[in-house]
Structures are given as C-alpha cells and as structure tokens.
Antibody
C-alpha cells in the first residue's frame, strides 16, 4: 500500500525558514517523480515544485522560485522541501504527491506564517 | 487565478447526473492527459480519474470523464449524498513543467 507521510509543518514568523519532509513507503520511491502541492485555507490546490526520480530535473512555481528548494534522498525514501524567506501568503497545507500525475497524496502538513 | 478554469459550484439532487467542466490551453489539456481529484471535507485529495477517463480501482463507474481539445469534463451519474465534495481537474503543463490545477468545483447534493 502506497503511503506518504508529511512532517515538519508549524508556526513560523515572516522571513523565517522551515523544512518539510515526506516519508514514502509501499512503492519503489527511486523510480518515481514527486511533487509538492499546497492548499491555502479555504482555497484550491496550487502546485509548488517537481523533482524527477533521480533528482536531476527540478522545477518550481514562480510564487516560490528562489525561496524554496526541493530535494530527495532515494536511499531514505524521503522527499524534502526547504522553505526560506517565508511570507504570510505561504500559509497552507503542504502535500507531497507521487508521480507527475499526483496519483497518491499524503495527509498534508500545515504551515502557518504569522507574527 | 488558477491555470485551468472550473465552475466554482455545481449541484444536483440524488439520482441526478451532473457534469463539471475544465478548460485549459494548448500547453496543458491540449497536449497532455487530464486527471480528476475528489477532496472530501477535511481530507487530502484523492485521484478519481486518470488519463482523461480511466478509473482507479475502487472508484465506481458512476464517475466518467472525457476530453476534447483544450477542455475536459467530469460526469457523475446517480448522484449520492456522499459525492458532496470539492472536485479538481489537473493536467501537466509544458510551460510550468508541473501539474496545472483547476480552481476546484464544490459539488452540493441537494
């Protein structure tokens, strides 16, 4: 059974940093592309970042480019999102999603940016 | 402003058939397949349809999808109260290099 478990969310002040993790199991993690997708309170889904299976190809939404860094550790079956220079508008539930088509999602981790 | 365009709301009575539209462009729906997701209140999105019209195991055949040009649609027949949820369309976008999502449609079962 595919499982994705996010962690690392919390309350952070504007300008602060946070590192999200996504632990994957139930599939061959190293064979699949991964995405981070976020959902602001009461809003729709917004793609944040993509990473290829090997980590050689990485893309970001314009809204986070230069501030967020996606990475993965295939030996640890883990996906990461380093978030710097956080803004109030980054407040959202952050989901990791498997494959370019986002066929499986984690339960999400809430990031709140507030002073 | 979402990349793909969906109506914000839809509604129907039990047993009815409802459709939800999703409009995009040549860089997303026009050149890639469409997925649909169902998000029940307080839960993560769940894949409902993939590759325009394919149902993952466990999804009832009441749910169907189609795509034409730069638009797609989701149809739900025999509407049930448990179908009340938010529905999102998505397609890989060759310009974004990531999945483009619709703004979501809140389905109400009257």
């Amino acid at each position: 059974e595919v499982q994705l478990v996010e962690s690392g969310g919390g309350l952070v002040r504007p300008g602060g940093s946070l590192r999200l993790s996504c632990a994957a199991s139930g599939f061959t993690f190293s064979s699949y592309e991964m995405n981070w997708v976020r959902q602001a309170p009461g809003k729709g889904l917004e793609w944040v970042s993509y990473i290829s299976s090997s980590g050689s190809r990485i893309y970001y939404a314009d809204s986070v480019k230069g501030r967020f860094t996606i990475s993965r550790d295939n030996a640890r079956n883990s996906l990461y999102l380093q978030m710097n220079s956080l803004r109030a508008e980054d407040t959202a539930v952050y989901y990791c999603a498997k494959d370019y088509g986002c066929d499986y999602w984690g339960q999400g981790t809430l990031v709140t940016v507030s002073s | 402003q979402s990349v793909l365009t969906q109506p914000p709301s839809a509604s129907g009575t039990p047993g009815q058939r409802v459709t939800i539209s999703c409009s995009g462009s040549s860089s997303n729906i026009g050149s890639n397949t469409v997925n649909w997701y169902q998000q029940l209140p307080g839960t993560a999105p769940k894949l409902l349809l993939y590759t325009n019209s394919q149902r993952p195991s466990g999804v009832p055949d009441r749910f169907s999808g189609s795509k034409s040009g730069t638009s797609a649609s989701l149809a739900i027949s025999g509407l049930r109260s448990e179908d009340e949820a938010d529905y999102y369309c998505a397609a890989w976008d060759d310009t974004l290099h990531g999945p483009a999502f619709g703004g979501g449609t809140k389905l109400t079962v009257l």
